[in-house]
């Protein structure tokens, strides 16, 4: 009778060259015998398959099923095993799915088999399980290296790590061997975050506006002197914006045009803002620099939010040497992330914020994910996660984009 009826757990493992109907040929004889699938994992690397199917079946078929099988892989020309699952296995393997699990990616303009085995010998020494590992990038040209010249893979983990000991171990390792990593929770927000927040001067351009503007002004050895100060968390950031805005007085604002036109974008915007403005994010620019490139940048990209401070202009079109309103400091950034996204309606774990200054530091720990991109030693050592080896359109892989979602797959 029926319930009588005793079953057994069989993993098949599947290896060779890939080929069109493969898995279908395969499932027919499985369907056949009405095996049920409890679990099922595949994988394609330079036209070679991996394939795996855990199956549940009657021990009175099971015998007959990998008979079949078995002449099915050899008319077929691939390599196939299997393996008896009892039941205390199986129920162990359930019993694990309850773990915590985490996403750690790697990022670089190469990965080595030195970088990666480094980062698998902390995995391992926290004693959590790799379930997975994919590539992000596209395929890689050996010719034409100056093409897609990016690295990106992304392990998925199971298990619960010690995630002050092993950041901080995955940060020693990232500036040891030049590579760049995040360690994510995997939960629900990871792949939902809908708000993004960039800091603009050494962000989305490689220049300080004021920088810019004090050279042309005469002051500029005397102004950069007071910015680095102020990006290395030395001074105040207010204190040190009066000073250098004082220093500006008298500077036409016919200036500020000349700078606008000739801003020099940092390596990979235009394609993070592409795929952003696609993927229906909204993106803001929060800035201890100036309304008026804010603004050309805002224009430029389409951006939904641009929060900056504004300089006083007299009646002859000079600078004052004054600002209007309240300083946007790094207390204001943060402030102004959770503004946008309580008025987004966006939970603030699905926020990100970038940024390469200290006054980016609060902004940075109250975003869901945030990124130190190509930043100051200290703002590293605070973030949770930095970009120093590749554009910012890193932060994509960061969120789980792959090139293939974005039809760039071996393209630039």
């Not at 079953?7 to 898995?23: F, W």
């Not at 990616?105 to 970088?115: D, Y």
């Not at 900056?308 to 943060?334: C, M, S």
């Amino acid at each position: 009778m029926e319930t009588n009826m005793k079953e057994e757990q069989i993993l098949v493992s599947i290896t060779g060259q890939d080929r069109p109907g493969l898995t279908a040929s395969v499932m027919g004889i499985l369907a056949k015998y009405e095996a049920k699938i409890l679990d099922i994992g595949q994988a394609d690397i330079h036209s070679t398959l991996s394939l795996g199917i855990l199956i549940r079946i009657d021990e009175t078929h099971s015998g007959q099923v990998l008979k079949e099988l078995l002449f099915k892989a050899t008319e077929l020309g691939v390599n196939i095993g299997f393996s008896p699952i009892t039941d205390d296995e199986y129920e162990a393997w359930v019993g694990r799915q309850g773990k915590n699990r985490h996403i750690l990616t790697l990022i670089g303009r190469t990965l080595t088999a030195a970088q990666i085995e480094a980062a698998a010998k902390i995995i391992a020494s926290e004693g959590i399980n790799i379930d997975s590992i994919r590539r992000l990038t596209g395929r890689q040209s050996i010719r034409h290296p100056e093409r897609n010249n990016r690295a990106c893979i992304e392990f998925s983990l199971r298990g619960t790590p010690d995630r002050h000991h092993m950041q901080a171990q995955l940060m020693r390792l990232s500036a040891e061997m030049g590579f760049d990593f995040s360690l994510q929770k995997d939960d629900m927000y990871r792949r939902m975050r809908r708000l993004i927040c960039f800091d603009m001067d050494s962000t989305l351009i490689q220049t300080e506006c004021i920088d810019e503007l004090a050279m042309r002004a005469g002051v500029g050895d005397e102004v950069k002197r007071i910015t680095e100060s102020a990006m290395r968390g030395e001074i105040d950031f207010k204190e040190s914006f009066t000073r250098r805005v004082a220093l500006l007085k008298g500077l036409d604002v016919s200036v500020m045009r000349e700078i606008a036109e000739s801003l020099p974008i940092t390596e990979g915007v235009d394609r993070l803002m592409t795929v952003l403005k696609r993927c229906g994010y909204k993106i803001a620019i929060l800035s201890g620099g100036f309304t008026y490139f804010g603004e050309h940048l805002q224009r430029k990209y389409g951006i939904d939010y641009m929060y900056a401070n504004e300089l006083e202009v007299d009646e002859q079109g000079k600078l004052t040497g004054k600002y209007l309103g309240e300083v946007v400091d790094g207390h204001r950034k943060a402030e102004l992330l959770k503004l946008i996204a309580q008025v987004e309606k966006v939970n603030l774990a699905q926020t990100i914020a970038v940024g390469d200054g200290a006054n980016d530091l609060p902004m940075i720990a109250e975003a869901g994910l945030g990124i130190a991109f190509h930043a100051k030693p200290r703002v590293v050592a605070n973030a949770k996660q930095s970009i120093n080896t590749i554009g910012l359109d890193g932060v994509l892989y960061f969120l789980g984009f792959k090139d293939s979602y974005l039809g760039e797959d071996g393209k630039s």
